[in-house]
């Protein structure tokens, strides 16, 4: 793959502090992860690429405490898209996803591609959320939803594999053929000189 085939996105998480969105960007970009993780402090920053789908995406993990509500927009600003992380044992986690899909309705970009991920699948017997619920919230709002655990891997891949398969594809400079190109257009006739004493 050239680099100027890749596209580079730029993909935003948010949701509630405890929902898992540090722990999901960790299992999908290095493959761990960890019982216990500190909060998100502002935003963190990492990168990876599908290099069969000509895809980097710039991942932003943002922190999910409500003092750092204010700052989210510099995060999901230019945004192609956004991850909107609950967890399904908690139905407030679901309500307050709920208002971060508002919000980006209201000032993401119109082209945005919005997942929405209900996370700790291996926690079902503390099930709060059902798999329908969620998939009808989805399906009104136009969003494209999965379930996850960072902690088993289940659908992590898969999810960020189908944002970026959603992903507009920049369309690829047009090469010139080889070869020389003939002016068929018929030339006017030069001016004949004359010759003079």
């Not at 100027?4 to 948010?14: D, E, F, I, N, P």
């Not at 969105?21 to 960890?34: A, H, I």
């Not at 700790?120 to 619920?133: G, M, Q, Y």
Request: proline share 4%; glycine share 6%; hydrophobic share 40%.
């Amino acid at each position: 793959m050239e680099l100027s085939q890749q596209q580079t996105a730029k993909l935003v998480l948010l949701g509630e502090m405890g929902s898992g969105k540090s722990s999901l960007v960790l299992r999908y970009v290095k493959g761990q992860f960890f019982d216990y993780q500190a909060s998100t402090v502002g935003a963190a920053f990492l990168t990876k690429t599908i290099p069969e789908l000509s895809v980097k995406f710039e991942i932003w993990d943002t922190a999910g405490q409500e003092r750092y509500h204010s700052l989210a927009p510099m995060y999901y600003r230019g945004a192609a898209a956004a991850i909107i992380v609950y967890d399904i044992t908690s139905t407030d986690s679901f309500n307050r996803a709920k208002a971060w899909v508002r919000e980006l309705q209201r000032q993401g970009s119109p082209n945005m591609i919005m997942a929405l991920a209900g996370n700790k699948a291996d926690l079902e017997s503390a099930r709060a959320v059902t798999v329908e619920e969620a998939t009808a919230y989805a399906t009104e709002n136009g969003l494209f939803f999965m379930e996850t655990s960072a902690k088993t891997a289940a659908n992590v891949n898969e999810l960020f594999s189908e944002i970026a398969r959603k992903l507009p594809k920049a369309e690829a400079p047009r090469q010139q053929q080889p070869g020389i190109v003939l002016d068929t257009a018929p030339q006017p006739a030069a001016a004949k000189k004359s010759s003079c004493c």
